[in-house]
């Protein structure tokens, strides 16, 4: 009879802190022993031949089977999605159930997980996108639905169908203070984009490459630090997505350095695609549309510096597909405007071969940097460490044996998302995950599939450390209750 369920012999285990050599026992989907020459058997064993086992991915930022603020279904729904992230080596995804105008949000959670349950095939948490903040909603389905495990929440500050206004953003970060919950915001500003847009479409400039002029640089960086200063008012924690450009990041880095408790994200766009990408002939630049849009080399070199230094905790996909169609991209056609296209560009399986080929192979973070970007901040930050996002004993087995050494020309046709592109084409990458695990199933060997829909399960989220507040709001609210005002936390 075996003593485990699983070992992985020879490996190089890499975590966010160390790198070690030895063998991993997996028994009832947990690991259970780390050392070198572990003893007994396995009912299932695999020699990694000295190559490099890291945790599983956890990715905290993909859309899936989630309509956009226009209507627009994403190309992916649980199936397609969670089997494309597996190929990629990530075994958590982290997806919206996206609140739109009118809805209960308690229904909307209810709407997801009977989407996701039977057809994930790795594990799985959610985020709330709040649009629409009632008395309801702020007294009653939020309160309850944090303490259910649902303890991170997206708000926008763009997008008509979307955007909430900053009386409501306090309002949400006032609530999150006070609950536990972290929310994350997409800060650009919505007047600024809708102006840009509104002359350049008047004047015929509809094409995708305008929608990089549109979503001008300063609008980003406007609304960083007005949401930055909308989270300090108040003493909320804040993470803001997506972020590609330069002045913002100096403004999220320069809040870190002010001991605010406020955290960064970007994505393979911002490392990998520029504006240029979108110069293409007719609406075909739509492919590479995403908000906020890449920018140039320089803005790629401040987010490699913020990925290098610390300024950005994590490094998602942002994975909002849709096919290049009057069903996806481009709803009207080859007439489509730039502020008609659906945005987003897909990324769930691509996201950790890019960075592991253009960070730590070319040097410019470490691999327990790659670690922390991929996995373990995210576990961190959204209440999920250390059951996901690390290699110890007690966590869940989730890892991926990685071949450094192996050369991959991306190609839609060998990923296993449903979108029908890829933004990367053709480009050349260093490194991919050759088997992996989740949960102490090989759900990926071979380049095949062994996972089952729905085999993959729902995470509740705990109370976050990153959540907590400092206990400094501002001044003035500090100086309200020398006038016998009631506490508004």
Known sequence: ???????????????????????????????????????????????????????????????IEQKSGFGIMCADDFYSGTVSAAFGGTTTVIPFAAQHRGMSLRQV???????????????????LIVTDPTEQVLGQELPALIRDGYTSFKIYMTYDAMKVSDYQILDILALARRDGALVMVHAENHDMIQWLAHHLIE???????????????????????????LARLVDAPLLLVHMSEIEAIETLRQAQKKGLKIFGETCPQYIALTAD????????????????????????????????????????????????????????????????????????????????????????????????????????????????????????????????????????ADLHDNVGYSPYEGRQLKGWPITVVSRGRVVVEDGKLNAERGSGQFLPCASPDSAKPQGQTAPELQAMSRFGLKPLF
Not at 2 to 14: E, G, M, Q, T
Not at 284 to 299: H, L, Q, V, Y
């Open 203 to 229: 004047q015929g400039h509809g094409a995708p490459k305008f929608h990089a002029i549109a979503h001008a640089r300063v609008a980003e960086a406007e609304a960083t630090n007005r949401a930055i200063s």
């Open 109 to 127: 959670v209810k709407d997801y997980h009977e989407a996701a349950t039977p057809k994930a095939v790795i594990d799985y948490a959610f985020h």
């Open 277 to 412: 990408d979108m110069d293409k002939p007719g609406v075909e630049g739509a492919m590479w549309c995403c908000s906020p849009p890449p920018r140039d080399s320089e803005a790629q070199e401040a987010v490699w510096a913020a990925l290098k230094d610390g300024t950005f905790q994590t490094f998602s996909s942002d994975h909002a597909p849709y096919q290049f169609n009057e069903k996806g991209k481009i709803p009207k056609g080859d007439k489509t405007t730039f502020k008609e296209m659906a945005n987003g560009v897909p990324g769930l399986e691509i996201r950790l071969p890019i960075l592991f080929s253009e960070g730590v192979q070319k040097g410019r973070i470490t691999l327990q940097q790659f670690v922390a970007l991929t996995s373990a901040n995210h576990a961190k930050l959204y209440g999920l460490y250390p059951k996901k996002g690390t290699i110890a004993v007690g966590s869940d087995a989730d890892f991926a044996i990685w071949d450094a050494d192996k050369d991959v020309t991306v190609r839609w």
């Open 1 to 63: 009879m075996a003593d485990f369920d699983l070992i992985v012999r020879n490996a190089k285990i890499v975590t966010a802190e160390r790198q070690t050599e030895g063998d991993i026992a997996v028994k009832g989907g947990q690991v259970v022993e780390i050392g070198p020459d572990i003893k007994g058997k396995g009912t299932r064993e695999i020699d990694a031949g000295g190559k490099f086992v890291l945790p599983g991915g956890v990715d905290s930022h993909c859309h």
